[in-house]
C-alpha cells in the first residue's frame, strides 16, 4: 500500500506556470504507475496525466497536452506536474494517484487504486 501526499499548489494569473509534487510512502515505489487527476467545482475528476513505472512511458489529457509535463523522481519517492500556459479552465483541485494491480498506465479515473488528498490550484482570468 502506498500513501500519497500532494504539495504545491496555489494561486497563479492566467498564462502563468506552476508545479505540483507528489510524495509517495513505499519502499516499492518503482513498482506503481502515478497519475494526476483533476477536478474542478462541479464537474466530474478529470484524466490529466500518467507516467509509467521506470519513467519511460507517459500519456496527457487532451485539454493539457503540450502544456503540462509528468516526470518522476525515484530517489526521492516523487512525481511531479511541470504547469504552464495555464487558464482559467486548468482551476481545480489535483490530485496524485498510483496504481500497482495490473501492467498498464492509467488513463483512466476508475484505474487508480491509491489516491492522495488533493491540493488546490486556482488561476485567475
Known amino acids: 500500500q502506498v500513501q500519497l501526499v500532494e504539495s504545491g499548489g496555489g494561486w497563479v494569473q492566467s498564462g502563468g506556470s506552476l508545479s505540483v509534487s507528489c510524495a509517495a510512502s513505499?519502499?516499492?515505489?518503482?513498482?506503481?504507475?502515478m497519475g494526476w487527476i483533476r477536478q474542478a467545482p462541479g464537474k466530474e475528476r478529470e484524466f490529466v496525466a500518467s507516467?509509467?513505472?521506470?519513467?519511460?512511458?507517459?500519456y496527457y489529457g487532451d485539454s493539457v497536452k503540450g502544456r503540462f509535463t509528468i516526470s518522476r523522481d525515484h530517489a526521492k519517492n516523487q512525481v511531479f506536474l511541470q504547469m504552464n500556459s495555464l487558464n482559467f479552465e486548468d482551476t481545480a483541485v489535483y490530485y496524485c494517484?498510483?496504481?500497482?494491480?495490473?501492467?498498464?498506465?492509467?488513463?483512466?479515473?476508475?484505474?487508480?487504486?491509491?489516491w492522495g488528498q488533493g491540493t488546490q490550484v486556482t488561476v485567475s482570468s
Open positions: 494517484a498510483a496504481q500497482n494491480t495490473v501492467a498498464l498506465v492509467p488513463r483512466r479515473v476508475s484505474e487508480y487504486d491509491y
Open positions: 513505499t519502499r516499492t515505489f518503482s513498482t506503481y504507475a
Open positions: 507516467i509509467s513505472r521506470r519513467g519511460g512511458t507517459t
